[in-house]
Nanobody, 126 residues
Framework: QVQLVESGGGLVQAGGSLRLSCAAS????????MGWFRQAPGKEREFVAA????????YYADSVKGRFTISRDNAKNTVYLQMNSLKPEDTAVYHC???????????????????WGQGTQVTVSS
């Protein structure tokens, strides 16, 4: 069992930056792939970024590539999402997730993740 708690969201102007954190409980954190997903009002949840248990492989949605960076610190049981050059369309609730995707492409799908955090709100004003 893994429990996830996100933090670091807030209100920021377009062009600004935020760093989200996701703290995990449990001794098995380092064995899970971690992902970030987001959901804007009236829209479906969408993939943002993910990385494997050992950080050897990272995955990004095209909409955030070059602006967002996902990383993890297994010693601290924490995964991060550094968000730069934020745009109003990045406004959403951001959720972190833990899972064991079977294939490389599986990292992009929410169904590959077993544990989810409650989310943290990110609002980008124009």
């Amino acid at each position: 069992q893994v429990q996830l708690v996100e933090s670091g969201g807030g209100l920021v102007q377009a062009g600004g930056s935020l760093r989200l954190s996701c703290a995990a409980s449990g001794r098995t954190f380092s064995t899970y792939a971690m992902g970030w997903f987001r959901q804007a009002p009236g829209k479906e949840r969408e993939f943002v970024a993910a990385l494997t248990w050992n950080s050897n492989y990272v995955y990004y949605a095209d909409s955030v590539k070059g602006r967002f960076t996902i990383s993890r610190d297994n010693a601290k049981n924490t995964v991060y999402l550094q968000m730069n050059s934020l745009k109003p369309e990045d406004t959403a609730v951001y959720h972190c997730a833990a899972g064991r995707p079977l294939y490389s492409d599986s990292h992009y799908y929410s169904s590959s993740y077993d544990y989810w955090g409650q989310g943290t709100q990110v609002t980008v004003s124009s």
